[in-house]
């Protein structure tokens, strides 16, 4: 190992990615916290509005996985 390779700082790549997937959960659990609490503040459509979610992310999960 030279000198300069033992001086550069870095993180290995399995590091990288646990530290990428604590904070993708955390903002996923904020985001769906704050969708759940967004929903139950109206009463006055909750039906509705839940049922176009659902077909609204069903449609955009089926234009990301269609190459699948």
Do not use: C
């Amino acid at each position: 190992m030279t000198l300069s390779q033992s001086l550069k700082p870095s993180v290995p790549k399995r590091g990288l990615l646990a530290i990428a997937g604590v904070f993708w959960t955390f903002a996923g659990g904020m985001l769906l916290s704050r969708g759940i609490f967004g929903l139950l503040d109206e009463h006055a459509n909750l039906y509705i509005d839940i049922s176009i979610a659902l077909v609204g992310g069903a449609i955009l999960l089926a234009f990301i996985f269609k190459d699948f």
